[in-house]
């Protein structure tokens, strides 16, 4: 592995954004402070070759053949209790929208750096964010990534440019909150759970929906920096869509995995809050995206949680047991804005949030 840094390269505040970096002139070197596996020595490399994740064939949750739906649901239960993660087929959301956002969400990235920087704010709940890594306020080692972050439920925002945005946004948001909820509504159904419980109990017809890009522009030393470092989603369901570049890295059996997307397939993972409310049934899965050299990759990760003022805690029907007995919750309750608030707030650094809401269970002697 090369881990030669030059030294005299620029500051990286002199660029607001990564892709401005990677289009300076003749960059062989990344500045140290990109150089992430040199900070972090102790992350692996993902492991080959790449194992086949769960494939959930949407169009069957909704059969009108019983025995097909209930296969579909006990499905969606295994790949969220063994794996955290499943790549969804046939969910009906046109090919043509999916291209046409990972397009417009390019011709953003492509805008003047100016316009883009009114997007910069200060707030980590501000409806419209643009920016580089994760956090520069609390990051040493910055992340190879610029990305812009919009909510887009309950309340629709959109920049102004470019001009289609807004109406693509608004389709793509609800085509996908529709996709979310139907599985949400499965995975409720595969806990022992009424089909709308977990919608319900978390009020996600008025649920924060974020779209997330991400933007990763070739990066010469790929070997030394990280894309998006380590970490879990908030929320309850986050639908990735790549531009067909690879990079997305899943923690599976201690050891990183890449995942690669069948075409016009989702990426799903489940998010901090499912594992709360299936008190720990279903875990949070652990997920980074590495670099290349190649290519710029694109991804736009929709994050679908409860409504702002949820607070969330493990549902009671999954604290008894089928004698009767109780089963301890694991997790503290908070209200989602909290968590976002948080989260957003600091570094990206594994699950650490979420094991701030945890609690230690004494167990008798
Ligand atoms: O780019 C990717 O593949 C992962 C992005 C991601 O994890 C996120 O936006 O939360
Ligand atoms: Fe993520």
Known sequence: MASSVAPLLQPRDNFSSVKLLAESPSLDFIPSSYAYFNAHPHDS???DPQVSIPVIDFSLLSSNNPDQRLQAIRDLGRACQDWG?????????????????????NEFFNLAEEEKM??????????????????????QIFLWRDFLKVFVHPDFH???????????????AKRTRGVARELLGGISQSLGLE?????????????????????????????????????SDHGLLTLLLQNGVGGLQIQHNGKWVNVNALPNSFLVNTGDHLEIVSNGKYKSILHRA????KTKRI??????????DACVAPASPLLTDSHGNQIPGLYAPMKFREYLERQQGNKLDGKSCLDRVKVSICTPQ
Do not use: W
Not at 93 to 102: C, D, G, H, K, V
Not at 158 to 172: A, D, G, M, T
Not at 202 to 218: E, K, M, W
């Open 118 to 139: 009114g997007y910069e704010t200060k707030h980590v709940l501000d409806p419209i964010r643009y920016g580089t890594s994760f956090n520069t306020s609390k990051e």
């Open 290 to 293: 590495v670099v290349n050299n």
């Open 299 to 308: 991804s736009i990760a929709m994050a679908n949680g409860p409504s702002f």
């Open 195 to 231: 089909e709308g419980y977990i919608a319900k109990l978390l009020d996600f017809d008025s649920g924060v929906q974020i779209y997330v890009a991400n933007y990763y522009p070739p990066c010469p030393q790929p070997e030394l920096a990280m894309g998006i470092a380590p970490h």
């Open 85 to 105: 993660f499943f790549m969804v087929v046939n969910h009906g959301i046109p090919e043509s929208l999916m291209n046409a956002i990972i397009d417009v969400t």
């Open 158 to 172: 959109c920049p102004r440019s470019p001009r289609v945005f807004s109406e693509l946004l608004e389709e793509y």
């Open 45 to 47: 490399v993902a492991s």
